[in-house]
């Protein structure tokens, strides 16, 4: 799980098209810390220049939970910067698409991660 976890927050932190730093030492740290075997932490390299799709994370996970769990991994990566732009707004809807969660879920599970919070203002 660890694997689909780390791509989603690479693929996610790309969404908008530019990995912040504080984003690229999240992985780096995650990458040097040895938990993922040699071959995942080199497609995990790979997807910094070309990140995976919704549909190729999706096809990661088997079970509601770790669904849910790529997206509540996802949803926060989009919020580690100024805010959530209309391209992480439009990534985060394909995720949700891809892993067969609904707009009543999708919302059920942004309330627990950010309680009554408003989605962000999306940056141009």
Known sequence: MLYAVVRTMVAAALADGVLAPSERARIQEQLGS??????????VRQDLLLPATPEEL???VGNDAERALL???AALVTRVDAGVSVAEQVWLGRLGSALGLGADRLRQLEAELFGSERPASPRS
């Open 58 to 60: 999706a096809a990661l």
């Open 34 to 43: 040895g938990e993922l075997p040699p071959e995942q932490a080199d497609q």
């Open 71 to 73: 997206y509540r991994f």
